[in-house]
């Protein structure tokens, strides 16, 4: 199968829905609110020029006269030839960019417009701004060239419904001017021009077969299209919407409304306004194709963030409650809604493109989804102090969970499911601190100040109790697990990544905090605090080196036996680099040591048979196949940009074998997908967190 037929996302802004197409058959579609494609049957395609029969994009399946359910004696009846069929595969063409994704196949011309902007803070935006900005609708453009015919041609776009309780209708705003197809009140396709006329019929076949359009009006069918008939010697081009839209509160566990609501009232009001801005939300999208020019990214980069781009968009809820924003990321397939150990991935992201969220989604964490606990040392039932932590996430498939509480976190676990205490509350920190240095918020800061204080005395209570034993790692579990034990958000990994206690991985995130921590106290002239945080960071880097005397890199796992080599070791430097702390992450700066050390860590680990897989592609961990898009991206910008190792001399091939992950096979079919076992996508399909993958905007 060529390569350019993979499924992408193309989806309103904080509108949980995606209009995806790229994958042949009935695999894409509009949806809403789902974890997959929508699987619908989409129809765009061209009468021949010798108006004989219709070739189309090959987005559906051949499917069953549906009139045979009312007409029986049908059923005795062979088929009819049909008289639709997919354009020949070969003669299709495709041009894929971050906001415009345009296909080409003979005479006809389909081009997706897909918003990827930055939302305006709601604080301070007006509501034609916003509007512009969060309009659940995605823009496109039908054009024909019929300039060497002399015949007449039929156009058309259209899909089959798929929703058990909805039917296709039609759709007539301003008596006509404004037409289209939509099944209930929640998906649309609709065009502008007096042309432009709509049908229904039981197939695409069936509406294209019809002598007389009349027909068209029936609408018993669940098969609806927009029809334009194209002059000889003409080239045109006609507008198309495809709009989205759900009433109400969507939400349970809290009342929540999608906030677009807040300016259109229904399908219409959404299809009305993007035809009358069409021009306006097409060029925008055109500018918004402009941020990724001038960076000279290689093909296969520029492909990567593309699609981790627009994945990203699908997940994305901009939801109200109590009258005020809430802004959501869903976790693709899985539809867990704010992931805390997403949102520090894709906090890179949303600091270049809307800070406001970050710092939104921080509040709610610590306004409903925080929770204080107690800790224990491993196969101990004694309970020390612990402190403050937050949940893995907020809820799942729009079912907010009760405060303190995640859909996710289990009890009496040492894996997958079990909680992520500490991961979380080093997570919390590390977005918090984000935000601050990206933004300056010094209300923001005054605000939580004393509960940054907390998460800080609650990060080192998990060192150990006793002042005189802590080396800076997290040495105990909290008591939420019940004799189990905590992880880390790499869950479905072995102990080398998957295990919170004494993880190098986490330990490295950990010194990044004391080290935030430390700079923080000291610009608030808490010196107390600054001079606690300022040891907990030594006695970390020292405990690191410790643990790779005499050896060429670091263990996954600290004093437990476990020799695993990991390259999220490196992981941590991220956060002291986004702050501007640059002397921190300098061999030269007062940690030069462990800065030194990680970078020999890293050349004795990329090798092959280490972390390096067999086809070039990056291994995380040297015990498990299971890789990460997400987490190779955002290690890959941290080893060149911050280690200043030449990242590519590992595996030259390294950006391809990664392009050709998200390629192979069904893998195309999930568009984004963040768990690969050897090429094949085994996990976290339809995923938002590749969006690390901003920081190669960053490069110096």
């Not at 609408?219 to 006609?238: E, R, S, Y």
């Not at 040297?622 to 001399?649: G, R």
């Amino acid at each position: 199968m060529k390569e350019i037929f993979f499924n992408a996302d193309h989806s309103p802004i904080g509108a949980f829905s995606s209009f995806t197409l790229g994958y042949p058959g009935a695999k894409g579609g509009l949806g809403m609110e789902l974890g997959k494609p929508a699987d619908q049957n989409v129809f765009i395609g061209l009468q021949t020029a010798d108006g004989k029969y219709y070739e189309a994009l090959p987005f559906f399946d051949y499917s069953e006269d549906e009139s045979k359910r009312f007409d029986i004696e049908k059923l005795e009846q062979g088929d009819k030839p049909s008289v639709l069929v997919w354009f020949d595969k070969n003669c299709v063409t495709r041009q894929f960019n971050l906001a415009t994704d345009t296909w080409n196949a003979g005479d006809l011309e389909f081009k997706i417009y897909s918003p990827i902007r930055s939302v305006p803070d709601p604080e301070k935006s007006i509501d034609m701004e916003m509007k512009k900005a969060i309009v659940p609708a995605v823009f496109a453009e039908v054009t024909v060239d019929n300039t060497g015919n002399k015949n007449w041609r039929r156009v058309f776009i259209g899909y089959k419904a798929s929703i058990p309780n909805s039917g296709m209708r039609k759709i007539y705003i301003n008596d006509g001017q404004i037409c289209g197809v939509g099944e209930g009140r929640n998906t649309a396709i609709v065009s502008k021009g007096e042309n432009v006329r709509v049908a229904n019929g039981f197939s695409m076949e069936d509406i294209l077969g019809n002598q007389l359009v009349e027909n068209w009006t029936m609408t018993l069918g669940n098969c609806g299209a927009l029809i334009l008939d194209i002059p000889p010697g003409q080239k045109v081009t006609f507008p198309v919407a495809i709009c989205f839209y759900r009433d109400g509160i969507v939400t349970t566990g809290i009342d929540a409304a999608y906030y677009y609501t807040k300016f259109f009232r229904n399908l219409e009001d959404v299809a009305e306004f993007t035809m009358n801005n069409f021009n306006d939300l097409v060029d925008a999208c055109k500018e918004d194709e402009k941020l990724i020019e001038g960076y000279n990214l290689p093909d296969a980069k520029k492909f990567m963030l593309c699609q981790a781009a627009r994945s990203y968009y699908a997940s994305t809820e901009f939801l109200c409650y109590n009258g005020k924003p809430l802004w959501v990321v869903n976790e693709g397939e899985y539809r867990m809604m704010n992931t805390l150990d997403l949102t520090v991935d894709m906090l890179f992201y949303e600091l270049r493109m809307n800070p406001w969220t970050v710092r939104n989604v921080l509040d709610m964490f610590s306004e409903r989804y925080s929770y204080e606990d107690t800790l224990r040392f491993p196969n101990d039932n004694k309970e020390f102090p612990g402190g403050i932590s937050f949940t893995h996430d907020m809820g799942v498939i729009n079912n907010f969970s009760r405060p303190g509480y995640s859909s996710y976190e289990m009890y009496g676990k040492t894996g997958c499911f079990s909680h992520m205490t500490h991961e979380e509350l080093v997570n919390w920190c590390c977005c918090a601190f984000g935000y601050y240095n990206a933004t300056n918020d010094l209300k923001w800061m005054d605000k939580n100040i004393d509960l940054l204080k907390s998460c800080f005395q609650s990060m080192v209570n998990r060192d150990a109790p006793d002042a005189g034993e802590r080396d800076g790692i997290m040495s105990l579990d909290s008591s939420r697990t019940m004799g189990g034990a905590e992880i880390t958000t790499y869950d479905s990994l072995d102990a080398s990544l998957g295990q919170a206690r004494n993880n190098v991985y986490m330990a490295g995130k950990c010194w990044a905090l004391y080290v935030l921590f430390d700079s923080l106290f000291n610009e608030r002239g808490m010196m107390d605090f600054a001079e606690l945080a300022k040891a907990q960071a030594r006695k970390c880097v020292d405990t690191i080196i410790k643990n790779s005397d005499k050896k060429d890199y670091i263990p996954a796992i600290i004093g437990e036996g476990i020799e695993a080599a990991i390259i999220p070791a490196v992981e941590g430097l991220i956060f002291p680099y986004i702050a501007g702390l640059k002397d921190v992450v300098s061999e030269n700066g007062p940690y030069g040591d462990y800065i030194k050390l990680l970078k020999k860590h890293i050349k004795a680990v990329m090798k092959p048979g280490i972390c390096i897989f067999e086809d070039g592609g990056w291994k995380i961990s040297s015990t498990s196949n299971n890789s990460w898009p997400s987490k190779i991206y955002l290690c890959k910008f941290i080893i060149s940009d911050i280690l200043d190792i030449d990242a590519d001399s590992f595996s030259k091939d390294a950006d391809e074998v990664h392009k050709s992950w998200l390629l192979r096979g069904e893998n195309a079919y999930w568009c984004f997908s963040d768990q690969f076992i050897l090429g094949e996508a085994i996990g976290s399909k339809y995923y938002p967190r590749g969006v690390t993958n901003i920081l190669w905007l960053y490069k110096k």
